[in-house]
């Protein structure tokens, strides 16, 4: 008995350590500023931004869930009447792209929030993008079903992330596009290699995903070195 009070005790006097909200090493201070540099020059910001924005009317409500710098909602803002909100869990991010929106001219949202619990209203938006960091997520199911919720009726999200099995020709031609000096390739060919592949969901794991949220489904289009994944709520 007496030991059972200790233990009680002492449960009470160390609460449960909340789940961290990402895996991965936290992109904060330096790290988050050396990945803003370094993915800033890349063209694929305004291609996926042009992507997103063929599929939206005048005046869409788009959100971008971790969008880091902001790079891509920054080009999405400049295309047309669009309601951009970027949330992230980095407060360094949120920092960058607030200040990269300002120097750009654009309206852009920057919230800090985490994806699995998100800071909006039910049916807030049209659309949603998450690119290149939906691997990240420590709860992706949770994830899921936050867009489902966050969506209007009709509303689509799309996942835009690497594939778990890309070639070694095809990474080379994605860090070659990156234009990246000899140093910052060298620390980004073994990321990819050692850290973001690994972390990478096949097709397969994100139907099962799907089947187990709010959404039920998704279509999948295959890239060299990614995937594109669509979420629609109906």
């Not at 050396?34 to 009317?57: F, I």
């Not at 929106?101 to 800090?112: K, L, M, R």
């Not at 999200?157 to 910052?184: F, T, Y």
């Amino acid at each position: 008995m007496a030991t059972n009070q200790v233990t009680n005790a002492q449960a009470a006097a160390s609460p449960v350590r909340p789940k961290k909200a990402y895996r991965g090493l936290a992109m904060e201070g330096f790290i988050a500023r050396w990945y803003a540099r370094n993915t800033k020059s890349r063209g694929d910001h305004k291609e996926s931004a042009e992507l997103v924005a063929a599929q939206l009317d005048a005046g869409a409500h788009v959100l971008e869930v971790a969008p880091g710098p902001g790079f891509l909602a920054i080009e999405l803002a400049k295309l047309g009447d669009f309601h951009v909100v970027g949330l992230d869990i980095s407060r360094s991010f949120v920092d960058i792209a607030r200040k990269n929106a300002s120097d750009a001219g654009v309206v852009v949202t920057f919230e800090h929030g985490n994806a699995s619990s998100m800071p909006f209203a039910a049916g807030s938006f049209h659309f949603i993008i998450c690119k290149a960091a939906f691997k990240n997520f420590a709860e992706p199911v949770e994830a899921l079903n936050e867009m489902h919720r966050v969506l209007k009726p009709s509303g689509h999200a799309l996942i835009v992330d690497l594939r778990p099995d890309p070639s070694s020709e095809a990474i080379h031609a994605e860090l070659k596009k990156m234009g990246l000096g000899w140093l910052n390739s060298l620390v980004t060919r073994f990321v990819f290699k050692y850290s973001l592949i690994k972390r990478a969901y096949s097709q397969e794991q994100f139907r099962q995903m799907a089947s187990e949220s709010a959404f039920r489904t998704c279509a999948i289009k295959e890239g060299l070195i990614g995937l594109e994944v669509t979420f629609s709520k109906t």
